[in-house]
C-alpha cells in the first residue's frame, strides 16, 4: 500500500508540468474560466482533469529534473500552451458577443449598458442574448467534448519533452482574426441591412411629411423592425454558430500541429 504514495521524481516533475498546463487552460476557457466562478473551483477543476490525463501520457522521455534550469523553459512552454488553448476556445464566444455589439450600435441602443459577469465588464442586451444563445449552442452540439479532447490532443501534437515552442503556425493568426470578424459581421448582417433600408425609408417620409419628428419617431420603428428581424433570422444565426465553431476548432489544431 505505500508503493501507491512512492513517487519519482520523474513522476512529480511530469505532473507538475501537465498541471501547468491545465491551469493555464482552465482560468482562460470560456465557461468555467470567467471571473463568476470561484478560483478554488477553478483549481479544483484542472487538478481532477490532470489527474485523469496524466495516466495515458508519454512523460517517461522528459530529459531534465528538478536541479536543472531547463524545467524552467519546460514550465513556460507548458503555460503558453495552455493560456493559447483557452484563449482559441473562447473566440467563439468572443465573435458571437461582437456581432451582439455591432448589432446594438445598428438599433442604437449600444447605450443601455448591463454589466455582464461572464465577461466581467459591462455589454448590450442583444450581446447577453447572443451570448446565451451561444452557450445553449455550444452544450447542446458536445462542444465541451470537442474543447477537451483538443486538450487532449494538444499534449500528442506539443508532447511534454518538447524544449520549446514553434511559432510558424502564428503567421497566420492574423487572417484568422479577419475569418472571425467576417463570420461575426455575417451574423449581424440582417439586422445591418434591414436598418439601413428602414433608415433610407423613415428619411424620405421625413421630406415627405416634415410634420413628422423623425428624431423621436425613428428609433422605435429601428427597434422594433429590428426585433423582427432578429427573430425571423435566428435560424442563420444558428447556421453561422455552427460555421463558426468549425473555423475555430480546425484553426486550432492546424495551430497545434505546427507548435
Known amino acids: 500500500m505505500e508503493s501507491v504514495y512512492n513517487f519519482s521524481m520523474a513522476e512529480i516533475l511530469a505532473f507538475a508540468l501537465v498541471l ?12 468555467i474560466g470567467t471571473a463568476v466562478v470561484p478560483a478554488h473551483v477553478k483549481a479544483l477543476f484542472a487538478l481532477s482533469m490532470g489527474i485523469v490525463v496524466f495516466p495515458i501520457l508519454h512523460w517517461q522521455k522528459i530529459p531534465v529534473d528538478f536541479e536543472s534550469m531547463m524545467i524552467v523553459s519546460l514550465a513556460v512552454k507548458e503555460v503558453a500552451v495552455g493560456l493559447f488553448l483557452g484563449f482559441i476556445a473562447r ?15 445598428s438599433l442604437g441602443i449600444s447605450s ?5 459577469p461572464a465577461m466581467a465588464e459591462t ?8 451570448l446565451t444563445l451561444a452557450s445553449m449552442f455550444f452544450f447542446s452540439i458536445n462542444g465541451h467534448h470537442l474543447l477537451f479532447s483538443a486538450l487532449i ?18 503567421q497566420d493568426f492574423g487572417a484568422i482574426v479577419q475569418k472571425v ?25 421625413g421630406r415627405a411629411v416634415p410634420q413628422i419628428n423623425i428624431l423621436i419617431t425613428s428609433m422605435p420603428v429601428n427597434i422594433l423592425a429590428g426585433l423582427m428581424v432578429t427573430i425571423v433570422s435566428m435560424p442563420l444565426l444558428i447556421w453561422q454558430m455552427h460555421d463558426l465553431l468549425e473555423l475555430t476548432s ?3 489544431f492546424q495551430i497545434l500541429k505546427s507548435l
Open 123 to 130: 455589454s448590450t442586451a442583444f450581446d447577453q442574448i447572443y
Open 91 to 105: 473566440l467563439f464566444f468572443m465573435t458571437v458577443s461582437m456581432a451582439g455589439q455591432i448589432m446594438s450600435v
Open 20 to 31: 501547468l498546463r491545465m491551469v493555464a487552460f482552465v482560468v482562460t476557457m470560456p465557461v
Open 181 to 205: 470578424m467576417g463570420v461575426a459581421v455575417k451574423m449581424s448582417a440582417p439586422l445591418m441591412v434591414s436598418i439601413l433600408f428602414m433608415n433610407v425609408a423613415v428619411a424620405v417620409i
Open 153 to 170: 490532443d494538444s499534449f500528442r501534437l506539443v508532447p511534454l519533452q518538447n524544449m520549446g515552442l514553434h511559432f510558424m503556425g502564428l
Open 250 to 252: 480546425g484553426q486550432l
Open 112 to 116: 443601455a449598458q448591463l454589466f455582464n
